[in-house]
């Protein structure tokens, strides 16, 4: 059972360069998310996702796009990479069990070993 | 605005003792509340899952409760071991936003 999978696990890009993110979960689960992790602002929410077709911003979005057309992947794109997204990026995946309308109930969330990503 | 907190940054105890670390968070819509561990250079793990509707959760030496009206929770481990050294991170999730919110976390040692 590989969980979340996500590629490459480092990578190194010059200012102005694109990239994606690979993220893909084997657990069937609805609910998949992207964030970053930088020292000393914690873990921070850019985009996620509780079905396919279906994606929303989260507390940092801007310069990240995403798109959810599989269940399984959940790809994070990079439009122009900038110094400041220099962090280290995970997908997490969990189950969606309940849904009222917008609002939804997620189980255990599952993440990724993370994407180490440094903009020159 | 969402937001969870975590105090300590960072604690040192010596093996054996019994800790408590401590999450606020400010959204009273909550749905969920998890803590997770992370090792460095590693995934966070889920330790525990408190659903709204509950009070606490346990698994083995580890306990969490959960108080909505005060608006926070707390991780508590019995019987620290140096193996228990990590970062502990709490996480909210809003019924109102979808969004699951991370708090910074509690960097832990446990010296021998």
């Known amino acids: 059972n590989a969980g979340v999978t996500q590629t490459p696990k480092f990578q190194v890009l010059k200012t102005g360069q694109s990239m994606t993110l690979q993220c893909a979960q084997d657990m069937n689960h609805e609910y998949m998310s992207w964030y970053r992790q930088d020292p000393g602002m914690g873990l921070r929410l850019i985009h996620y996702?509780?079905?396919?077709?279906?994606?929303d911003q989260g507390e940092v979005p801007n310069g990240y796009n995403v798109s959810r057309s599989t269940t399984e992947d959940f790809p994070l794109r990079l439009l122009s990479a900038a110094p400041s997204q220099t962090s280290v990026y995970f997908c997490?995946?969990?189950?969606?069990?309940?849904?009222?309308?917008?609002?939804?109930?997620?189980?255990?969330?599952?993440f990724g070993e993370g994407s180490r990503l440094t903009v020159l | 605005k969402q937001e969870v907190t975590q105090i300590p940054a960072a604690l040192s105890v010596p093996e054996g003792e019994n800790l408590v670390l401590n999450c606020s968070f400010t959204d009273s819509a909550i749905y969920n509340l998890q803590w997770f561990r992370q090792d460095p250079g590693k995934g966070l793990t889920s330790l525990l899952l408190?659903?709204?509707?509950?009070r606490e959760q346990t698994s083995g030496r580890l306990n969490a409760s959960l108080d909505k009206s005060s608006g926070r929770s707390t991780l508590y481990i019995a019987a620290s071991q140096p193996g228990d050294s990590a970062t502990y991170l709490c996480a909210s999730g809003s019924s109102n936003t979808g969004k699951l919110i991370f708090g910074q976390g509690t960097t832990l040692q446990v010296k021998p």
């Open positions: 997490a995946s969990s189950s969606v069990y309940m849904r009222t309308g917008r609002h939804f109930n997620t189980g255990e969330l599952f």
């Open positions: 996702s509780v079905g396919a077709g279906i994606t």
């Open positions: 408190i659903q709204s509707s509950q």
